[in-house]
C-alpha cells in the first residue's frame, strides 16, 4: 500500500516538472517572437573619393559692369539701347551738368577770395600790422579752397557714363529725363565678344565644403539641346549672399563659347568634385526616407536593440550609398526588417 502512494507521488512530482519545464520553453518561446528578425552589415570605413554635385544657375562674362553716375542728378542723354555694341571708353550717357558747373564756378571764386586774403595778410604780417596767426589762418583758408575746387572740378568729370570695356549693352536700367542719385545704376555691360564666360550657382554650406577650386564641372543648357560645355570651379564665395541665402560658386567655361550663349540664360551643371575623406558604404535597401543631402537608416551596438539613426548622405554608387556622417558611434547598421522596426524595437539577428 505505502509503495503504491509512493509510485503516485513520484509520478505526479514528474508530471509537474514536465509542465514546468514546458511552460518556461513556451514563454521564451514568446519573447522570441516578439523581437524582429534582421540581418546587420558590420560597419567598416570607406574611402569618399569625391562625388558628384549638381548645381544650376545662370551665364555671365567675368568682366560684367552696372555703370552709374558719380554725381545724381538729372540725365540729360542716352546714346544706346540693349543689345547695341559698344568699345571701350564710348560715350553712353550724361546727365545736365548746370548744377555742377556752378559748384565749379562757386568754388572757383572762392579759391580767388582767398588768394586776395592771403596776400593782404601776407603784407600785413611783413608791415608788423597782422599777427602771426592771422596770417597762417588766411594760408589755411587758401589751401581749403584749392581742395574745394580740386573736388568740384573731379565731380565735374563725372557727369557721363562711358563703357568700360568693348562688349554689349544687356540692360538700359534708366531713361532721359529721369533724375538718379549717385550711384544709381543707369546701364549694364559686359565683354561678350572677349570676356571668359561664368556660370554663376548657389550652393548649400554642405556641397560648399566638397567641391574645391580646379574641380571639373561639364554643363547643359536648353539653348544648347544635345550639347555639353567643358567647365572647372573657378571661384568660390567666403560668404553666404544675402539675398538667396546661399554660398556662391563660379564656374568657368573652357574653349571656344558657342554663339547660342548669352548673359542670363539658365544653365544646368555637374561638378565633379576631388574631395576625399571617410565615410561608409551601405546598401541603398538600409536607407529610410533619403531627402537633401540626409537620411535615416537603423543602427545596433548591441544586436538586440535597434535605434533609428540620422545619416548625411554623399555621392550614389553602383553598390549602394555613401554616408559622410552620423555613423561613428554605430557597430552595425541593419539591412533588412527596417520596414517593421521603430525606435527602440528589439531584434533578433537572422
Known amino acids: 500500500m505505502d509503495i503504491r502512494i509512493n509510485q503516485l507521488i513520484g509520478i505526479g512530482c514528474i ?11 513556451q514563454k521564451t518561446s514568446i519573447i522570441k517572437e ?42 540729360e542723354r ?8 559698344v568699345k571701350k571708353g564710348q560715350l553712353l550717357a550724361t546727365v545736365h551738368t548746370a548744377e555742377i558747373n556752378a559748384a565749379v564756378q562757386q568754388a572757383q571764386l572762392g579759391l580767388d577770395k582767398a588768394n586776395r586774403d592771403y ?22 583758408a587758401m589751401e581749403v579752397a584749392k581742395a574745394q575746387l580740386t573736388a568740384a572740378s573731379v565731380n565735374q568729370g563725372y557727369t557721363a557714363v562711358r563703357a568700360s570695356t568693348s562688349g554689349y549693352v544687356l540692360r538700359r ?12 545704376p543707369v546701364l549694364m555691360i559686359n565683354g561678350a565678344g572677349d570676356s571668359d564666360w561664368l556660370l554663376n550657382t548657389g550652393v548649400s554650406d554642405r556641397q560648399w565644403a566638397q567641391i574645391k577650386v580646379g574641380d571639373s564641372a561639364t554643363i547643359q543648357t536648353d539653348a544648347l539641346q544635345g550639347q555639353t560645355l567643358a567647365a572647372y570651379v573657378f571661384r568660390k564665395s567666403e ?8 554660398l556662391q560658386v563660379q564656374l568657368k567655361l573652357k574653349g571656344k ?40 537608416v537603423f543602427t545596433t551596438t548591441d544586436k538586440i536593440t535597434a535605434h533609428k539613426t540620422e545619416v548625411m548622405l554623399g555621392s550614389i554608387k553602383p553598390d549602394g550609398v555613401l554616408v559622410t556622417a552620423g555613423l561613428e ?17 528589439p531584434i533578433v539577428v537572422k
Open 15 to 25: 508530471a509537474l516538472l514536465v509542465v514546468a519545464c514546458g511552460g518556461k520553453d
Open 34 to 75: 516578439k523581437r524582429i528578425p534582421v540581418k546587420l552589415l558590420q560597419l567598416e570605413p570607406a574611402s569618399a573619393t569625391g562625388g558628384v554635385v549638381q548645381v544650376s544657375g545662370l551665364f555671365s562674362t567675368d568682366d560684367e559692369a552696372t555703370l552709374s553716375f558719380k554725381n545724381g542728378g538729372v540725365i
Open 78 to 85: 542716352v546714346l544706346v539701347k540693349e543689345g547695341d555694341a
Open 119 to 140: 596776400a593782404r595778410a601776407s603784407q600785413l604780417f611783413r608791415d608788423s600790422v597782422a599777427t602771426l596767426e592771422q596770417m597762417q589762418n588766411a594760408k589755411t
Open 173 to 184: 536700367l534708366a531713361n532721359e529725363g529721369q533724375v538718379v542719385g549717385p550711384g544709381t
Open 239 to 246: 560668404g553666404v549672399d544675402p539675398a538667396s541665402g546661399t
Open 257 to 296: 563659347v558657342p554663339p547660342a550663349v548669352a548673359s542670363g540664360i539658365f544653365g544646368r551643371a555637374s561638378i565633379h568634385t576631388s574631395s576625399k575623406g571617410q565615410g561608409w558604404l551601405i546598401p541603398m535597401d538600409a536607407l529610410l526616407d533619403g531627402d537633401g543631402g540626409k537620411g535615416y
Open 329 to 345: 558611434h554605430a557597430g552595425s547598421v541593419i539591412i533588412s526588417g527596417s520596414p517593421y522596426l521603430t525606435d527602440g524595437s
